[in-house]
């Protein structure tokens, strides 16, 4: 049987998000004079966090936002960062706050996600934002997982009832993207790589997403032939975490290493900046405006003999 597979091309669409969003960051700045600003955290000297948190700077600039980057030592302690995450939650220049994962071991990373508030979350790591979002409530979802279902939804990919497989289970990727595909009424499945018999429950899948985190660990016999393949891995020498390679000529869909599924995380975590640079910016000048009129109103207002 033949197929004519769909390239889902991440770095497209991801072009296309950009320029609806610089004409909403114009509009946010006409309207209240202040330029949006995103606040990325990097403690310590990763080379490839270096080179990630570079890119959502230039991403921001590109869509006409700013980009604050702090960069702390590897011997910065919980506290200290902690510290620093509570004075960009008190700076109302920033609308959202970015900390780079992973942090250096000896953090509590957790504690420190935690730590960001609610409406500057634009990540989605914190345990509130996973909750809500789980619950199908209000919420900043984490970015790759939000990235991977835009994706879907704009190649408009059949998803309700089908059997997605989800094999990873990180905090910021594999549980969020299942309860998300669970959210648009996905069967879901959650695998990991002590999974038993996880060849065999791969080869039923309908969607199968790759987010294990291991260089082609899920192989192309696992995958059945019409099937939509989500690889959310990214390795040295531009692979991922399936032989997407070898099955992508079988696919319904798949998403290329690189291209797919790495600039949807960028373009979403800008997105979701953007969104909260309107809830806070907007509805401040909102506020401001209604409060300067109320009080224009009691001076002209006739005193009262």
Request: with cysteine.
């Amino acid at each position: 049987m033949s197929y004519t597979p769909v390239l889902l091309d991440g770095k497209a669409l991801s072009k296309e998000i950009e320029e609806s969003l610089k004409k909403r960051v114009a509009n946010i700045i006409r309207q209240t004079g202040v330029v949006p600003v995103l606040a990325t955290v990097l403690v310590g000297n990763d080379p490839s966090s270096e080179v990630y948190v570079k890119m959502k700077g230039n991403a921001c600039e590109r869509v006409g936002m700013k980009s604050l980057r702090i960069h702390l030592p590897e011997e910065t302690t919980t506290a200290q960062l902690l510290a620093t995450i509570d004075q960009l939650n008190n700076d109302k220049a920033v609308c959202g706050i970015l900390l780079q994962h992973p942090v250096p071991s000896h953090i509590n990373e957790r504690a420190c996600f935690d730590r960001i508030t609610a409406d500057k979350d634009v990540d989605g790591v914190t345990c509130n934002g996973f909750g809500r979002m789980a619950m199908n409530e209000p919420a900043f979802g984490s970015a790759t997982p939000a990235g991977i279902i835009k994706l879907i939804k704009h190649y408009n990919l059949p998803v309700e009832g089908k059997h997605a497989v989800v094999v990873g289970r990180s905090p910021i990727l594999g549980k969020p993207v299942a309860m998300m595909l669970l959210n648009e009424n996905a069967t879901v499945t959650i695998c990991h790589s002590k999974t038993e018999c996880l060849a065999e429950i791969v080869k039923r899948a309908d969607i199968v997403v790759g987010a294990v985190g291991k260089p082609e660990f899920i192989k192309a016999d696992w995958i059945k032939d019409n099937a939509i393949v989500i690889d959310a891995g990214y390795h040295a020498g531009g692979i991922g975490d399936i032989e997407i390679n070898e099955v992508k000529d079988r696919t319904l869909a798949y998403t290329p290493v690189p291209g797919g599924v790495g600039p949807m995380t960028i373009a979403t975590l800008i997105m979701q900046n953007v969104e909260s640079a309107e809830m806070q910016l907007l509805r401040r000048a909102m506020y401001q405006s209604d409060t300067e009129k109320e009080t224009e109103e009691i001076t002209e207002a006739p005193a009262l003999l």
